[in-house]
């Protein structure tokens, strides 16, 4: 990989993480914010690294409508996650009746959210492995 692979997957994982720090601390503040990582931070760092990896990796080779897709929704499931966490939050400044039940799910099953788009992150992280070694004529 090249210093710009490099840079552009660094930047995607720094820019996940911003995203996540921005809805916090829209809905709650920012020392909220910076709370909230530091409590979660071994489900956050892998989900914004491994979401690095895939962007440095997917830059490194060909563009192909397949690969595109699977980036946009390991990058999605990755974002989701992370905003699914804590958005039960943001609901509690909803005063409707019916985000109760989903804020409740949320935290419920909030480690789930993390599992499942950290497992994201590695089956694309394979996906894109497999496709770098196949473009440099290498056996998989």
Known sequence: MTDKHVFYG???GFGILAFYILVL???QGFSFATSEFARLWYWIVPLVTGFGIQIGLYTSILHSARLNAEIAAS???SGGSMIAC???F?????P???FAGLATFLMTYQKWFFGIGIMSNVFGIVILI???KKMKGGNC
Not at 90 to 94: D, E, K
């Open 10 to 12: 660094a930047s995607a």
């Open 25 to 27: 601390t829209l809905f």
């Open 75 to 77: 990058g999605g499931v």
């Open 86 to 88: 804590c958005s039960h």
């Open 90 to 94: 943001a609901l509690n400044m909803i």
């Open 96 to 98: 409707l009746l019916g």
């Open 130 to 132: 497999r496709q770098n």
